[in-house]
């Protein structure tokens, strides 16, 4: 069995690189490193790879190793029989064990990513330099050490919570802290990530700003059902200098054309041929290679979500797909299954593993779903609820939620928009987990019918553990 350590699994080393989407290029010592201020900028760049790139070559967090656990372990998506991985293919159906190698590597990436962030913070702040680059920087890998510990925190409940680097190697075992502690610290990195700057230019774009990091505040207070501290930080982002808002085609959220646009407040970069690319394309693996003779990697879990997108609703075309232009012939092509589009770079058809379209963590139509259900969760169906989830329906091109709901009603109603809305976005098991519909939704699913509560959490990876003692399994596993 390959064991890999909370620690000892992260070389303390940085990758170098200047923009977001660039692939590093060199290790460099820490050592030799955090002596100018174009160190500690290409530090915290590097903090970001952890997001979009893995050093051993495995799938990137958000490219598809995060996936894996957030849509295809749920009742959207599964493996198809193309997935020759058993670990891949356990996700799907749900037969996972605290063995599986991709649970393994999501957890490895993370703290990972973890780990650099520490350092950077660490480094950084001890470092001379200008004042308001300093706490920039910091704030930065703040923000990105809270998402990091949002993910952990809810694909494993309890996990060992570092916010420095290990000394020695008697300090790589920890014990797992109580979720409110790992929560605690989540929201102190966060409110002080408020004070980044609003927007910036250049290479720059694409770095966290102030409206990710209340944004994301939005999400944590909706998962811990703080639903006025929800609606409180939703009104910021929505009345913020920030300029943020829907595009009219729900498509250019996923085009390349528009990256980084109005809707768009924390993506993860990634460019094609050139840099770190997206290889959630890897669904369309065998449609590259025999455009249509095979059944691709991934796939809707069955047809049910399909076809309950009504006639009118766009995101139905950009979120599947049944034909594509053959980009040898110029001629459509018809398949004989239902493909997941959103992240498939038409541009990119016949070059595997090389779109260039970025992940989007956090967006303004989320803003105003989670703005909705607050509300009703607090006040009830509010005019103001009903005004937010319409401008989702209407961007869509749907008729607005039926007047005089009941909060239970309008509840579902919620619950049912963020599923057409995000599909392939990672958001479908955390929702269904926060809202206690996880082993009813997956049981619909037949292929899935093994889910139980234990579910709710993934298990610890057992390599984690074997070099760990201090750390405990979940119960179940």
């Excluded at 995060?66 to 599964?78: G, I, K, Q, S, V």
């Excluded at 999501?106 to 470092?127: F, L, P």
């Amino acid at each position: 069995m390959k064991k890999i350590g909370l620690f000892l699994l992260v070389t303390i080393a940085f990758l170098s690189c200047k923009k977001l989407n660039e692939d590093p290029k060199s290790i460099i010592v820490q050592d030799q490193f955090y002596q100018t201020s174009n160190d500690a900028i290409s530090a915290v760049t590097s903090v970001y790879s952890a997001l979009n790139t893995d050093p051993g070559g495995d799938f990137p967090m958000y490219g598809r190793q995060l996936y894996f656990m957030a849509d295809a372990a749920t009742d959207d998506e599964t493996e198809g029989n193309a997935a020759s991985n058993a670990d891949v293919r356990a996700m799907g159906s749900i037969a996972y064990i605290a063995n599986n190698n991709r649970i393994l590597g999501n957890w490895t990436q993370h703290y990972r990513g973890i780990n650099w962030a520490n350092v950077a913070i660490d480094k950084i702040s001890a470092m001379q330099l200008d004042t308001t680059l300093k706490n920039r920087l910091v704030r930065e890998s703040k923000f990105i050490r809270a998402l990091l510990y949002f993910n952990l925190v809810r694909l494993f409940g309890d996990v060992p919570l570092v916010l420095h680097q290990a000394a020695t190697i008697s300090q790589t075992t920890v014990e797992r802290t109580p979720a409110e502690d790992v929560y605690k610290q989540i929201i102190a990195d966060l409110t002080d990530a408020e004070n980044l700057p609003a927007s910036y230019s250049g290479n720059d774009i694409g770095r966290a700003t102030s409206g990710a990091a209340k944004t994301l505040l939005v999400k944590i207070y909706l998962t811990r059902k703080d639903w006025k501290n929800a609606i409180a930080k939703s009104l910021e982002v929505i009345n913020g200098p920030y300029g943020y808002g829907l595009f009219g085609n729900y498509a250019d959220v996923f085009n390349k054309s528009t990256k980084n646009g109005k809707e768009h407040i924390f993506s993860v970069q990634f460019l094609s041929n050139s840099g770190a690319s997206n290889s959630r394309d890897r669904i369309m693996t065998d449609v590259f290679s025999g455009f249509g003779t095979k059944i691709p990697p991934d796939l809707p879990a069955d047809s049910t979500l399909y076809k309950s997108f009504v006639s009118t609703d766009t995101r139905k075309a950009v979120t599947y797909f049944t034909s594509l232009v053959n980009p040898a012939t110029g001629l459509p092509f018809k398949f004989k299954y239902i493909g997941l589009r959103k992240f498939v770079d038409t541009t990119q058809l016949l070059t595997p593993v090389e779109s260039g379209i970025n992940f989007p963590v956090l967006r303004y139509a989320d803003v105003l779903l989670m703005y909705a259900e607050a509300l009703n969760e607090d006040q009830g169906p509010t005019t103001a609820a009903y005004a937010a989830i319409d401008q989702v329906r209407e961007r869509a091109k749907v008729p607005d939620i039926t007047p005089g709901l009941s909060q239970s009603a309008f509840r579902d109603a919620v619950y049912q928009e963020r599923r057409f809305e995000f599909v392939q976005e990672g958001q479908r098991w955390f929702d269904l987990v926060r809202t206690g519909r996880l082993v009813a939704a997956v049981k619909t699913v037949i292929a899935k019918s093994a889910v139980s509560d234990k579910d709710n959490l993934f298990p610890i990876p057992q390599a984690e553990i074997d070099v760990n003692p201090k750390v405990t399994q979940n119960p179940g596993w």
